[in-house]
T-cell receptor, first 113, second 114 residues
Framework: NAGVTQTPKFRILKIGQSMTLQCAQD?????MYWYRQDPGMGLKLIYY???????DKGEVPNGYNVSRSTTEDFPLRLELAAPSQTSVYFC????????????FGSGTRLTVV | AQKVTQAQTEISVVEKEDVTLDCVYE???????LFWYKQPPSGELVFLIR??????QNEISGRYSWNFQKSTSSFNFTITASQVVDSAVYFC???????????FGKGTLLTVNP
């Protein structure tokens, strides 16, 4: 049981480039989330999804886009990378019932230069 | 709106000392859940505990204990007889009502020196 799988683990982008951070879960969870972690700032919610075809903005959505075409996958798209997007990105999923908790991926460390 | 405050940015202790990490939360929901996560230097998030708003019993798990007090909106975490392996960033988090979105505090960096 893989849980939540994020790829890649590390990436260096040049300013203005685009990329997609991949996130996949095999637990049939309805809810999926993208967080970014900046030093000393905790984790902030970028986007979330409550099911296939349904996404919504979190606290810091600017500069990002998401889609949810299947229950399993929740990719995060950076269209024009900026240095402010240098961060560690975590994907998470939950079944939609808090008692069952949240499962986090291992993170993607992104540097924009 | 939900908010989690971890006022201690960094704590440094010597091995075998006891240490308490503070967490204060704000929410308008009557039903909510509080969490603690550990992030070791390797970077992954490790779930430690979940507590719902209707259960104010303190919990002990080995050297870890948690004190939940609704009257002061606090959910503090104590490590007894700290060890070097406890060195990590610790996050307190909150989810309220039925929105299922975790709100994190800024974290406390704990360094345990030998």
């Amino acid at each position: 049981n893989a849980g939540v799988t994020q790829t890649p683990k590390f990436r260096i982008l040049k300013i203005g480039q685009s990329m997609t951070l991949q996130c996949a879960q095999d637990m049939n969870h309805n809810y999926m989330y993208w967080y970014r972690q900046d030093p000393g700032m905790g984790l902030k919610l970028i986007y979330y999804s409550v099911g296939a075809g349904i996404t919504d903005k979190g606290e810091v959505p600017n500069g990002y886009n998401v889609s949810r075409s299947t229950t399993e996958d929740f990719p995060l798209r950076l269209e024009l990378a900026a240095p402010s997007q240098t961060s560690v990105y975590f994907c998470a999923s939950s079944p939609g019932t808090v008692n069952y908790g949240y499962t986090f991926g291992s993170g993607t460390r992104l540097t924009v230069v | 709106a939900q908010k989690v405050t971890q006022a201690q940015t960094e704590i440094s202790v010597v091995e075998k000392e006891d240490v308490t990490l503070d967490c204060v939360y704000e929410t308008r929901d009557t039903t909510y859940y509080l969490f603690w996560y550990k992030q070791p230097p390797s970077g992954e998030l490790v779930f430690l505990i979940r507590r719902n708003s209707f259960d104010e019993q303190n919990e002990i798990s080995g050297r870890y204990s948690w004190n939940f007090q609704k009257s002061t909106s606090s959910f503090n975490f104590t490590i007894t007889a700290s060890q070097v392996v406890d060195s990590a960033v610790y996050f307190c988090a909150l989810v309220g009502g039925s929105n299922y979105k975790l709100t994190f505090g800024k974290g406390t960096l704990l360094t345990v020196n030998p």
